[in-house]
């Protein structure tokens, strides 16, 4: 005869479930439109596990309350990237190999987005930079009026660079849509994504997303020199293939269009000269001292009202000396920057000018300027009549070699805008 089994233990009763958890989740589409009412100036919307959806307007980040939305998990972050990407196959696979990956987005009659959705600890994050819904020109930009030789459609190389959202592509969105405008040719862009969406005006232009339209910058270069454009915008010259195509096509005439993640003329020129192997750097610079005509670097300044900020332009331009410089290599009294402060009747300007000018208008004030500037110690020494404390121009002269050292480091530190907001 057995034992008596002991009573087994009652499982736990599951609580009733309550109508919040009930409750669907607020759509996706629902969240961004609400996001984008919080300001007119807001450049980024940012999705992170752990935080409220949050918004970042003139270089801060808020957080928002929306109804119905509160602090963010992981899975609130992953179907929001579920939502964004869609039947995007390529971007799924992307994310899944590479852990980030790069679509466009867009919400109708409201608003398109470059986006970026990336894995952090593990759990999704997104970042989604909103495009303007109009194509900027160069009075909406307030660009400097030498840029619009940069529209000519003349054969060569014309480079935006700057940090990640200084606004390159906005300043070459207007360059496009001023030739757009006045010259009836053939327009073709390769982005990733597609940004501004330009109209047929008097010009036709076909736009190419990478990984839809096609598989590189390269290759769809490559392939536009068969395809009888006048002006290639090319989105970025990330790799030395996309270079090399690159110069080919302004040396076979065409005007070409690109950018690069530089801080201003120099480091531009060395980032494409080091991009290739050293045997090949001296035939390199032959071909880019002939092929470029304008380096444009911007930087994006908080102006001292707090109403946004304001760009300031270094331009460089190509002249007998400045190619010569390109080709030769910079030495001691023949610089870039010693063309460009020389060169302000050809159109030329540097960034300590004009941010001294900024500072003197009022528009920034002297510590913002002076932490944006390439050179502080000699900004210093230009604005002496506005410092209130005297001059060390010994411990100045000390401290250039430092700031130069720093001046690489500079491009995370500049504040992020899609659009360039200057109102001089």
Do not use: W
Request: net charge neutral.
């Amino acid at each position: 005869m057995g034992s008596a089994q002991p009573p087994q233990p009652t499982p736990p009763v599951a609580p009733a479930t309550t109508p919040a958890a009930a409750t669907a989740p607020v759509p996706t589409a629902t969240i961004i439109a609400s996001m984008l009412r919080a300001s007119e100036k807001i450049s980024d919307l940012i999705f992170s596990p752990g935080r409220a959806p949050q918004v970042e307007i003139s270089g801060q980040l808020a957080q928002l309350k929306i109804a119905g939305v509160g602090m963010l998990t992981a899975e609130d972050t992953a179907r929001i990237a579920g939502d964004l990407i869609g039947h995007n196959a390529h971007a799924v696979e992307k994310l899944r190999l590479e852990g980030s990956c790069d679509i466009s987005y867009s919400l109708p009659k409201l608003s398109r987005f470059r986006v970026n959705i990336f894995t952090q600890r593990g759990s999704c994050a997104i970042v989604m930079r909103v495009i303007a819904s109009n194509v900027p020109d160069f009075k909406t930009l307030n660009l400097p009026a030498q840029m619009i030789d940069a529209a000519e459609l003349q054969p060569g190389i014309v480079l935006v660079t700057g940090p990640t959202g200084s606004g390159k592509s906005s300043t070459l969105a207007a360059l496009v849509n001023k030739i757009n405008e006045e010259k009836a040719c053939h327009i073709i862009t390769i982005e990733d994504p597609i940004e501004f969406l330009h109209s047929h005006k008097r010009s036709t232009v076909h736009q190419r997303e990478l990984h839809s339209d096609a598989p590189s910058f390269a290759l769809a270069l490559r392939a536009a020199l068969r395809q009888a454009p006048k002006l290639i915008l090319v989105g970025e010259m990330r790799d030395r293939e996309t270079i090399e195509v690159a110069l080919e096509a302004a040396e076979t005439g065409h005007l070409v269009y690109s950018t690069l993640h530089t801080i201003d003329a120099s480091k531009t020129v060395e980032r494409i000269i080091g991009a290739f192997a050293l045997g090949d750097q001296n035939a390199v610079r032959m071909r880019l001292s002939k092929s470029f005509r304008y380096i444009i670097s911007q930087r994006l300044i908080p102006r001292q009202d707090g109403k946004g900020r304001v760009a300031a332009f270094e331009i460089l331009k190509a002249t007998l000396r400045t190619r010569e410089y390109v080709q030769k290599g910079e030495s001691e009294g023949k610089t870039l920057l010693d063309a460009m402060r020389d060169g302000s009747t050809e159109g030329m300007q540097c960034f300590d000018d004009e941010i001294e000018k900024l500072i003197r208008a009022g528009v920034i004030d002297i510590h913002t300027g002076l932490s944006y500037s390439t050179n502080p110690g000699n900004l210093r020494l230009l604005l002496a009549d506005l410092l209130d404390e005297p001059t060390d121009i010994s411990s100045l002269m000390a401290s250039n070699k430092s700031n130069k050292a720093k001046a690489e480091s500079k491009e995370s530190s500049f504040a992020v805008d899609p659009e360039l907001e200057t109102t001089l």
